[in-house]
């Protein structure tokens, strides 16, 4: 099972990110390398939080997804890729 880590982009009364698209990404791509195989990490405006179970995390064409969700998801998507190889 995958954990999965919520990153939280600064941003100002407006909602308007205080970062450059290329800092965001930058400081991304840092904190997924230093993460260990099992965190995934997503970057989002909302806060950096640990999630478990059924807790709603991200929504998707008006679809709300769990940590279970997103957990199965990626187990199949990872089963799939195995297969392709």
Do not use: F, R, W
Not at 37 to 54: A, F, L
Not at 58 to 70: A, Q
């Amino acid at each position: 099972m995958k954990n999965i880590l919520v990153q939280k982009i600064p941003t100002d009364d407006n909602g308007t990110s205080l970062m450059s698209l290329d800092d965001v990404l930058t400081m991304h791509n840092l904190i997924k390398d230093s993460l260990p195989d099992d965190y995934i990490i997503i970057t989002t405006p909302t806060e950096i939080i640990k999630v478990d179970g059924d807790c709603k995390i991200i929504y998707i064409d008006c679809k709300s997804y769990s940590i279970n969700e997103l957990n199965e998801i990626i187990e199949k998507a990872e089963m799939y890729d195995g297969l392709c190889k």
